[in-house]
């Protein structure tokens, strides 16, 4: 007599595991879920039917879960995207995918009752976020699977989760993620600031807050960055300019209500727009009057009396509302990534404002030593590939950076790569003892250079501009809700990472850390691909800092 086959495989996963369809998943490498009080972990079920399956009768996996008092469990769909660009020349042996893919990456929230849809010969993925009360606990979260027509049983899992007794508290490190006001004002078609422009816009900064970024991008004019020479994004900028008789006028309630906004969500640091056009600083950037209309851009030389008139009296202007509303930190950017051939404008550049932020912080992302060894970029934000001799020379405490092109050994969080190579940039910062990380593109839904909007659930590579992912780390939801991807939440461990390894240094001291975790040998590029390893180090440094 022989026994019907299981109709159903389920495996439980873990954040760090991609579940790309064809290939069994590996299993979860702890079993557990290990997280602070007030925290977030995540975890996966990935679900597979078998020869013979109907998935006109049977329809989606519906999660029933229950969990310990203090403990919300939501569930989301790993949906696929395609990623006509994957990796790029300079990509090397540590990436999933190199060439066109379908690959897993949004999560999308299930209505009540919805279930997960199945595919037949294929593994597909339900993601857990877990977020933990101010208690500490011990208990079991349980998920039972069934169908959406049917009601038959799928499976179900049990998964022990032990919340200790820490609070991670701040982030000791500035995180900022670039934020884009545009994207979201052409994707839902409203005007940037007009009361639904408003609500979409708290929305997705709180979420940038939420996913580790301390930091927020604020457009007080439309910032320059890839926009292609002699076009223009949308304005979005937030003062109101206007020119007078003698001189310039400014309303700065919008700038106001930014503020308020930001206090509001919990942001730490604000980034001034730069102040001048990227990759040199040759023009100014994009300037309007509350009328619309263009007053400086790509036909500006950035070092004319004209231009620089205007700054000498709309910094002071923006400093005066800053000091009045706002009582955090402050980064000033003159043009983002020079190279040594910018030298001499950026010298120039530097000494035209000197004066007017004379007490202010200003920083420019790069990757040319010389810029900083000269004592034009002080403190610099050094690329992770180009680390290495800034600190060689002499640089402690680095804010570094990545984007599009450091794809060759270094961490980073592109579409295609293991989700471990996102996940080590927590452990990177601690080690090198990192002030700050910088990433360009939080929600750049633009092809490259802004010649168009596109849809990132359709083309997440940016119109074959980058790979895919590289522009943004979150979707574009329904009725102005953000979808985070699997990327968001595992860049979030990673923030997570800095916040505990600091807190138990502050303890035990660094070494004690570095030789608690095995980080002896870590560098930028040296790391292991063992998703065990990142998942067990921090379950190890949390049960460490709660005795």
């Known amino acids: 007599m022989t026994s019907e086959p299981v109709p159903y495989r389920v495996v439980l996963c873990d954040s760090l595991e991609k579940v790309y369809g064809l290939d069994e998943p590996r299993p979860h490498a702890l079993g557990e879920v290990v997280m602070p009080r007030s925290g977030i972990a995540s975890f996966q079920l990935a679900i597979s039917p078998r020869t013979g399956w109907s998935p006109g009768h049977v329809g989606g996996a519906v999660p029933t879960v229950s969990a310990p008092e203090g403990i919300e469990v939501t569930a989301h769909a790993v949906d696929l995207v395609p990623c006509p660009l994957t990796a790029s020349s300079r990509s090397d042996e540590r990436y999933d995918h190199t060439g066109p893919a379908l690959l897993p990456d949004v999560l999308r929230p299930l209505a009540p009752g919805e279930g997960l849809g199945l595919a037949q010969l294929q593994w597909r993925s339900l993601w857990f ?53 545009d994207g979201l004002a052409q994707h839902y078609g409203v005007e940037p600031y007009s009361a639904a422009g408003w609500e979409i816009i708290e929305r997705f900064a709180a979420t940038a807050i939420e996913s580790g970024s301390t930091s927020l991008l604020t457009p007080i004019h439309t910032p320059p960055m890839d926009t292609a020479i002699g076009t223009q994004r949308l304005n979005v900028g937030l003062v ?49 009057d509350r009328q619309g209309q263009l007053l400086f851009g790509w036909h500006t030389d950035s070092l004319s009396p004209e231009y620089l008139d205007f700054l000498a009296a709309y910094l002071p202007a923006v400093q005066a509302c800053l000091a009045e509303h706002w009582d955090g930190e402050v980064f000033w950017h003159l043009t983002d990534e020079p190279r040594g051939e910018h030298a001499e404008r950026y010298g120039r550049l530097k000494q035209a404002v000197s004066g007017l932020l004379a007490d202010a912080t200003v920083t420019d992302a790069l990757s040319d030593l010389q810029l900083w060894s000269d004592g034009l970029i002080d403190p610099p934000i050094v690329a992770t590939d180009h680390a290495q001799p800034f600190i060689d020379a002499g640089l402690t405490d680095p804010w570094l950076y990545y984007c599009t092109s450091q794809a060759q050994g270094v961490a980073n969080r592109f579409i295609a790569m293991p989700s471990y190579r996102n996940r080590v940039l927590g452990w990177q910062l601690f080690r090198y003892g990192a002030s700050g990380f910088l990433h360009w593109g939080f929600n750049f839904w633009n092809t490259q250079l802004s010649r168009r909007p596109l849809d990132p659930f359709v083309d997440p590579s940016s119109g074959n501009g980058f790979q895919a992912g590289d522009a943004f780390i979150v979707y574009p939801g329904a009725d102005g809700t953000p979808w985070a991807s699997l990327r968001l939440r595992v860049f979030r461990e990673a923030m997570d990472d800095v916040k505990l390894f600091t807190a138990l240094a502050a303890r ?40």
Not at 267 to 283: D, I, K, P, T
Not at 513 to 537: C, F, K
């Open 129 to 181: 976020t877990v977020r933990s009360a101010d208690t500490a606990l011990d208990g079991d979260i349980q998920v039972t699977l069934s169908s959406e027509h049917t009601g038959e049983p799928i499976g179900d899992v049990n998964l022990p989760i032990s919340v200790v007794d820490v609070d991670l508290g701040a982030s000791p490190i500035i995180c900022a993620q670039w934020f884009h006001v």
């Open 240 to 288: 109101g300019i206007d020119r007078t008789d003698d001189g310039w006028s400014f309303d700065m309630t919008r700038l106001v209500t930014w503020l308020e906004m930001c206090r509001r969500i919990g942001v730490r640091e604000l980034e001034m727009a730069h102040l001048f056009s990227q990759w040199g600083g040759n023009s100014a950037p994009n300037i309007h």
């Open 508 to 547: 035990d001291g660094r070494e004690s850390v570095i030789s608690l975790l095995g980080m002896e040998d870590l560098t930028l590029v040296d790391y292991t691909d063992n998703p065990a390893h990142y998942l067990r180090g921090h379950a190890t440094a949390l049960r460490a800092l709660a005795r």
